[in-house]
């Protein structure tokens, strides 16, 4: 089937049918903690080809034919919808594309619709807890989320976990997904729900605003991870569970912060910086831990960097930046991804200028006053999520604007590094010594520009007992739901 008619052939199913469809296979890749590990999508459809579909779907209004894909008619016409999307290829490349322009592009869109949908949901529902119930004398974040949603976070928090718990295949409850099951759901979070739904045409205008053309669907920033509930003719659907966690943690930020410049200054301030001493406090791989402090140096007052870590003779500068991707990314807008090349490259400027013109001369933060050598200084610019630019390009800006020789400009790429907040929270609670990492990767410039620190090869669970600990709390609350499971008699006793 060709790419251009699969709106056509969609006309002939009705918007039920293809909502339920979509939901059924998103069910497939689904699994407690996010979405099922690498290897088992294998011989399924991808997360981003089920939202493509899904947009396909919404799009494709005026059904007039009323078909469903249970018969072997269905079954073909779906089976080659799903190959139309997986084969096509999105867009022409212009005269000028070149081979370097490719790689870039293609770890851009392969970054934000891939990498960011594998990434421990019970991390990111730690770190969405802190954000959302932070205060101190300069914000107060959970009254402004209050304010804003007329609910506390955890209420988001519980529906995002039971459907993760409940709508995975294979789960020993999956029978119960019914239409019962679902209104229990509807009715029980109905208060939640409303800010996280969308009637079809109001979604439809919003989605027009980031797409005019059918070749975007699979980059384009898809609304379904905002609104993943849509209401058609008075009745809800749920088309894609897989995109609740994100609806529920990223998008929930950016729709509190969005237009109040104010809260956002605040929230990269106090509410980042504290989250960062936080979750480093949780690690055991350092034994100095400095958070940001003024200094006076020539009579003028300045600040250190956001945090500094020492492990025995070794030294670590952490710089924390609520960076997010922009959305003109996602379709390869080249101002969006020169904008994020420079602002990128002046947070590394600013992190290698501290560390090598003024830690260890201007101020030194640590109890024995000592002098570290340079190659034994490390950097990390922390960003609240990753755009997937390719490292190097952001450390040729640096080296440009900084006029560097081909030594220094080896330090620079050896001992700075870029990370997301992701990574970070990894690293802590899978135990992991950030330090052991940064020297490895110091002596691998084959390893110089990856996006992670982490060996590949080596799998570990989230060991800390912190985020253990959340887990089983955020468990427990399940109990209740279950109870009213029971006593609506859906789960029989």
Same mark, same amino acid.
């Given at each position: 089937?060709?790419?251009?008619?699969?709106?056509?052939?969609?006309?002939?199913?009705?918007?039920?049918?293809?909502?339920?469809?979509?939901?059924?296979?998103?069910?497939?890749?689904?699994?407690?903690?996010?979405?099922?590990?690498?290897?088992?999508?294998?011989?399924?459809?991808?997360?981003?080809?089920?939202?493509?579909?899904?947009?396909?779907?919404?799009?494709?209004?005026?059904?007039?034919?009323?078909?469903?894909?249970?018969?072997?008619?269905?079954?073909?016409?779906?089976?080659?919808?799903?190959?139309?999307?997986?084969?096509?290829?999105?867009?022409?490349?212009?005269?000028?594309?070149?081979?370097?322009?490719?790689?870039?592009d293609?770890?851009?869109?392969?970054?934000?619709?891939?990498?960011?949908?594998?990434?421990?949901?019970?991390?990111?529902?730690?770190?969405?807890?802190?954000?959302?119930?932070?205060?101190?004398?300069?914000?107060?974040?959970?009254?402004?989320?209050?304010?804003?949603?007329?609910?506390?976070?955890?209420?988001?928090?519980?529906?995002?976990?039971?459907?993760?718990?409940?709508?995975?295949?294979?789960?020993?409850?999956q029978?119960?997904?019914?239409?019962?099951?679902?209104?229990?759901?509807?009715?029980?979070?109905?208060?939640?729900?409303k800010?996280?739904?969308?009637?079809r045409?109001?979604?439809?205008?919003l989605?027009?605003?980031?797409?005019?053309?059918?070749?975007?669907?699979?980059?384009?920033?898809?609304?379904?991870?905002?609104?993943?509930?849509?209401?058609?003719q008075?009745?809800?659907?749920?088309?894609?569970?897989?995109?609740l966690?994100?609806?529920?943690?990223?998008?929930?930020?950016?729709?509190?912060?969005?237009?109040?410049?104010?809260?956002?200054?605040?929230?990269?301030?106090?509410?980042?910086?504290?989250?960062?001493?936080?979750?480093?406090?949780?690690?055991?791989?350092?034994?100095?831990?400095?958070?940001e402090?003024?200094?006076?140096?020539?009579?003028?007052?300045?600040?250190?960097v956001?945090?500094?870590?020492?492990?025995?003779?070794?030294?670590?500068?952490?710089?924390?930046?609520?960076?997010?991707?922009?959305?003109?990314?996602?379709?390869?807008?080249?101002?969006?991804?020169?904008?994020?090349?420079?602002?990128?490259?002046?947070?590394?400027i600013?992190?290698?200028?501290?560390?090598?013109?003024? #830690?260890?001369?201007?101020?030194?933060?640590?109890? /024995? $006053?000592?002098? !570290? &050598?340079?190659? %034994?200084? *490390?950097?990390?610019?922390?960003?609240?999520?990753d755009?997937?630019?390719?490292?190097?390009?952001?450390?040729?800006?640096?080296?440009?604007?900084?006029?560097?020789?081909?030594?220094?400009?080896?330090?620079?790429?050896?001992? #700075?590094?870029?990370?997301?907040?992701?990574?970070? /929270? $990894?690293?802590? !609670? &899978?135990?992991? %010594?950030? *330090?052991?990492?940064?020297?490895?990767?110091?002596?691998?410039?084959?390893?110089?520009f990856?996006?992670?620190?982490?060996?590949?090869?080596?799998?570990?669970?989230?060991?800390?007992?912190?985020?253990?600990?959340?887990?089983?709390?955020?468990?427990?609350?399940?109990?209740?739901?279950?109870?009213?499971?029971?006593?609506?008699?859906?789960?029989?006793?």
């Open positions: 089937m060709e790419y251009e008619r699969i709106p056509l052939v969609l006309k002939r199913f009705s918007f039920e049918a293809k909502m339920e469809e979509a939901q059924r296979y998103s069910n497939k890749i689904m699994s407690p903690s996010g979405l099922i590990e690498a290897n088992l999508l294998r011989g399924k459809w991808l997360p981003w080809e089920l939202n493509t579909y899904a947009l396909f779907s919404i799009f494709t209004i005026n059904e007039y034919n009323n078909q469903n894909f249970l018969n072997t008619y269905g079954k073909k016409r779906f089976s080659e919808i799903m190959t139309s999307i997986r084969v096509s290829q999105h867009g022409e490349k212009p005269k000028s594309y070149s081979s370097s322009n490719f790689l870039r293609f770890l851009i869109v392969v970054g934000l619709t891939q990498f960011i949908l594998q990434e421990n949901k019970y991390m990111k529902y730690y770190r969405y807890s802190y954000f959302f119930n932070f205060s101190n004398d300069f914000v107060d974040m959970k009254t402004e989320f209050f304010g804003k949603f007329n609910q506390n976070y955890e209420d988001f928090l519980q529906l995002s976990n039971i459907v993760n718990l409940f709508y995975p295949e294979g789960n020993s409850l029978s119960i997904l019914n239409e019962d099951f679902h209104n229990l759901i509807y009715k029980e979070f109905s208060q939640v729900i800010f996280l739904e969308l009637n045409q109001e979604f439809i205008d989605q027009r605003k980031l797409i005019n053309k059918s070749e975007h669907y699979v980059t384009s920033y898809n609304y379904l991870y905002t609104y993943p509930f849509i209401l058609h008075e009745k809800r659907y749920f088309p894609l569970p897989h995109t966690t994100e609806a529920v943690t990223t998008s929930l930020l950016t729709r509190l912060t969005a237009g109040n410049n104010d809260l956002r200054s605040k929230f990269g301030k106090y509410v980042l910086e504290s989250y960062l001493t936080h979750i480093v406090s949780l690690g055991s791989f350092f034994e100095e831990c400095i958070e402090y003024p200094y006076n140096f020539k009579r003028n007052q300045r600040r250190t956001d945090l500094m870590l020492r492990k025995q003779d070794l030294a670590l500068l952490i710089e924390c930046k609520s960076i997010v991707p922009q959305r003109g990314l996602r379709n390869l807008n080249e101002g969006d991804i020169e904008r994020t090349i420079l602002r990128l490259s002046e947070n590394m600013q992190l290698y200028g501290n560390a090598t013109m003024k #830690f260890g001369k201007e101020y030194h933060p640590f109890d /024995e $006053r000592k002098t !570290f &050598e340079l190659s %034994d200084t *490390f950097g990390i610019v922390i960003m609240l999520e755009s997937f630019i390719r490292r190097e390009e952001i450390y040729k800006k640096v080296a440009q604007e900084l006029d560097l020789d081909i030594d220094q400009y080896n330090h620079l790429c050896s001992n #700075f590094k870029f990370i997301s907040l992701y990574e970070l /929270e $990894r690293i802590i !609670f &899978e135990d992991w %010594d950030l *330090f052991e990492l940064l020297g490895k990767n110091k002596v691998n410039p084959q390893a110089w990856d996006f992670t620190l982490i060996p590949i090869e080596i799998r570990k669970e989230g060991l800390n007992t912190h985020l253990k600990s959340f887990i089983d709390e955020l468990n427990r609350e399940l109990t209740n739901f279950v109870d009213v499971l029971h006593k609506e008699g859906i789960i029989k006793s």
